[in-house]
């Protein structure tokens, strides 16, 4: 089957439903709009929810059965009726499922892929249980804040309404325009008919080739180097492999790593960017202390120079001087009140704690990107160990560098806490993961990291990274990742903030 870009893929797998019971409701506002966020309690079992189209596309509905496990929430969700993205504007090349939770932070579900009909399916787990969903059009699959461009909205059943709270919860919707930047002469997302595993390469590219230049645009070139220059490849690697009809999954991993490197380049660009503002304030506000004191002390020295002169001018003359030192002394002190009065108003700096926490993360970052893989997450930085650096369970010399680069950034740093993760696939998984995990923990404490801040375990194939149904996604899920947290570099990740929370 042949399908025209932009038109998309319908991506189809199974659906798993039952009759749910109650839960909890909140109520979400986006913009203007309310929209129901649920407490998805578990062992309730799963529950039927609805979506229905804004009046950017009133048109557009769906459905979705949400399942609420330990420790997660599982979301089968399908949808009809959903137009090309670029009606809403030339950089919209895609749609994205987000998760609202009732403070008002949003989480990046997964990408949207239209079929030749104009559905979608989705299937994806989210460790958020209190959540409200919406869908919004974007540039690339791997933004970390939603445009305002909201085409639907979750729409709970009558039989899935329960106890209802009113949480009115605020957050950012990034501004049509936001996500834009000029595309070079002769670019374009339109093209021929090609087959539907052809088009996900192309659109992968395309988005990939979207969120590059916008990290250009934002100053990732200047502010974030490094991690740039890193999206940069990836984007050139899944270019090449396409013009020479490589292997399709890894075009599209390449693509996708790029997409998620540059919007990880681009947010450090802007938070460096709003960091030099603040310094710059900080500096007005240093210079401007020294003015103030500067004009202090020249005001206490005329008055030394008045009283000074009043004490020569009292033993030198006779009243009619006197009273001319005393008219002096009031001109002086009604000079001093005036002074007094212009004295510019400059407020206390603000506390740095959250800036150097902050600066120090994307840092560290930036250094870690720079030696291998590496993502900021809310659980801390994730630096990930892939399974070509192994040798059995055993780590090869080229990967032990790394790692003893790395042992050396963290033993540079007290107070951090390390977590070694062990991923793998197939019997015994478990077993064999946590010897991957064992060998790196070795790794990181013979090179200066305290033991008892470095932990192990292995999961094997209890948290899959990638869906293992592909090559490439069996080889992702053989990997040990590295997280590392502690108060030295705070509890948010550097493309994140907080949010304020008002109750009605």
């Not at 019971?21 to 039927?48: C, D, F, H, W």
């Not at 369970?393 to 050396?408: H, M, Y």
């Amino acid at each position: 089957m042949k399908t025209a870009i932009p038109t998309a893929l319908l991506l189809c797998s199974p659906i798993f439903c039952q009759q749910n019971t109650p839960s909890p409701i909140y109520r979400v506002t986006v913009t203007e709009r309310t929209v129901k966020a649920i407490n998805y309690q578990y062992r309730n079992g799963p529950t039927l929810i609805d979506f229905r189209g804004t009046v950017l596309m009133p048109k557009a509905k769906g459905s979705a059965w949400v399942d609420s496990k330990a420790g997660r929430a599982e979301i089968d969700a399908h949808l009809e009726h959903l137009g090309d993205p670029q009606q809403f504007g030339r950089e919209y090349l895609t749609y994205v499922l987000w998760a609202l939770t009732p403070d008002g932070r949003p989480h990046n579900l997964g990408e949207l892929l239209r079929g030749h009909s104009d559905k979608s399916h989705l299937r994806v787990t989210t460790e958020t249980q209190a959540f409200a969903m919406i869908v919004t059009a974007e540039p690339y699959s791997s933004v970390r804040q939603p445009s305002d461009v909201v085409v639907l909205e979750n729409a709970v059943r009558p039989d899935t309404v329960g106890k209802i709270e009113e949480v009115e919860a605020r957050y950012e919707l990034l501004p049509r325009g936001q996500y834009a930047w000029q595309k070079p002469e002769g670019e374009s997302a339109g093209g021929p008919k090609v087959s539907m595993r052809k088009y996900e390469e192309l659109l992968e590219i395309y988005q990939a080739q979207n969120a590059v230049g916008i990290a250009k645009a934002a100053g990732a070139e200047q502010y974030a180097p490094n991690t740039f220059a890193k999206a940069q490849q990836l984007l050139t690697n899944a270019q090449q492999l396409e013009q020479s009809k490589g292997d399709s999954s890894r075009i599209i991993q390449d693509a996708r790593e790029a997409s998620e490197t540059a919007e990880d380049a681009r947010v450090i660009a802007e938070r460096r960017q709003q960091q030099a503002k603040i310094e710059q304030a900080q500096e007005q506000i240093r210079a401007a202390e020294q003015a103030q004191a500067q004009a202090q002390a020249e005001l206490e020295r005329a008055k030394e120079e008045a009283r000074a002169a009043q004490s020569e001018a009292e033993a030198a003359r006779a009243r009619a001087d006197a009273e001319r030192a005393a008219r002096e002394r009031a001109e002086a002190d009604a000079a001093a009140a005036r002074a007094r009065s212009a004295q510019p108003r400059v407020a206390p700096p603000a506390s740095n704690r959250q800036a150097d926490q902050s600066a120090l993360r994307m840092r560290l970052f930036e250094q870690l990107n720079g030696m291998l893989p590496s993502r900021d997450t809310p659980r801390g930085l994730i630096v990930t160990v892939a399974n070509s650096a192994f040798s059995g369970a055993e780590l090869r010399d080229s990967a032990l560098a790394q790692v003893t680069r790395i042992a050396a950034l963290i033993a540079a740093n007290p107070g951090l806490r390390v977590e070694v993760e062990g991923h793998a696939e197939g019997d015994g998984s478990e077993q064999f993961s946590l010897r991957r995990a064992e060998a790196v923990r070795s790794a990181l404490v013979r090179q200066g990291v305290a033991a008892s801040s470095v932990s192990a375990r292995g999961l094997g194939n209890t948290r899959p990274i990638a869906p293992p149904t592909t090559a490439a996604g069996r080889e992702a899920n053989q990997c040990v990742e590295i997280v590392i947290a502690g108060d030295p570099i705070g509890t948010l990740p550097f493309w994140d903030h907080t949010y304020s929370l008002e109750g009605r």
